[in-house]
T-cell receptor
Framework: EAQVTQNPRYLITVTGKKLTVTCSQN?????MSWYRQDPGLGLRQIYY???????DKGDVPEGYKVSRKEKRNFPLILESPSPNQTSLYFC?????????????FGQGTRLTVV | AQKVTQAQTEISVVEKEDVTLDCVYE???????LFWYKQPPSGELVFLIR??????QNEISGRYSWNFQKSTSSFNFTITASQVVDSAVYFC?????????????FGTGTSLTVIP
């Protein structure tokens, strides 16, 4: 089954404690991306990757890191989480940079930073 | 400036009523794609439709229909005979070729509640 898998689904952590949210896709997609969803703001892009070892900043990259060492995986790293990073996070993948195909989204990760 | 505007934050309708969700977009590209996604209470994002900028034909899929009008930069979504299961947040999104398609611009979403 074609899917994007995020882990964990729910996470509560404390300020400053490094964490990683994993994202894996089994569709051999070149493009992967991370979004955060906040009330009234819709989905905002954090980082995206057009291929292995190629990553670029989205609209809200501050406080986040990503890596793309393998095509299927695109982890999101919060080196020192802060409460303003409490949000719902989505990973997405697609063909050819989403120009003419839909994004396939993971189930979402609800992160709370206290 | 907001690339995708969904002016309706929340809408409530009674079951079996028709409802239209508005989406206005902004782009200078001639080639672009528009999308609608549904986010039910469970939280996942479900793809509904993709439309490219060269195809202005309206589309109907069951109770769902989409009206794409380039002249007004709108891509509105209508649910006919709404049902309780239609209750969700709906997002409109834009992907531009000029940006190599690597950026999805989402609207802020419209929360639809269908009252039984």
């Amino acid at each position: 089954e074609a899917q994007v898998t995020q882990n964990p689904r729910y996470l509560i952590t404390v300020t400053g404690k490094k964490l990683t949210v994993t994202c894996s896709q089994n569709m051999n997609h070149e493009y992967m991306s991370w979004y955060r969803q906040d009330p009234g703001l819709g989905l905002r892009q954090i980082y995206y990757s057009m291929n292995v070892e190629v990553t670029d900043k989205g609209d809200v990259p501050e406080g986040y890191k990503v890596s793309r060492k393998e095509k299927r995986n695109f982890p999101l790293i919060l080196e020192s989480p802060s409460p303003n990073q409490t949000s719902l996070y989505f990973c997405a993948s697609g063909d050819r940079g989403l120009l003419n195909t839909e994004a396939f989204f993971g189930q979402g990760t609800r992160l709370t930073v206290v | 400036a907001q690339k995708v505007t969904q002016a309706q934050t929340e809408i409530s309708v009674v079951e079996k009523e028709d409802v239209t969700l508005d989406c206005v977009y902004e782009t200078r590209d001639t080639t672009y794609y528009l999308f609608w996604y549904k986010q039910p209470p469970s939280g996942e994002l479900v793809f509904l439709i993709r439309r490219n900028s060269f195809d202005e034909q309206n589309e109907i899929s069951g109770r769902y229909s989409w009206n794409f009008q380039k002249s007004t930069s709108s891509f509105n979504f209508t649910i006919t005979a709404s049902q309780v299961v239609d209750s969700a947040v709906y997002f409109c999104a834009l992907s531009e070729e000029g940006n190599t398609g690597n950026q999805f611009y989402f609207g802020t979403g419209t929360s639809l509640t269908v009252i039984p």
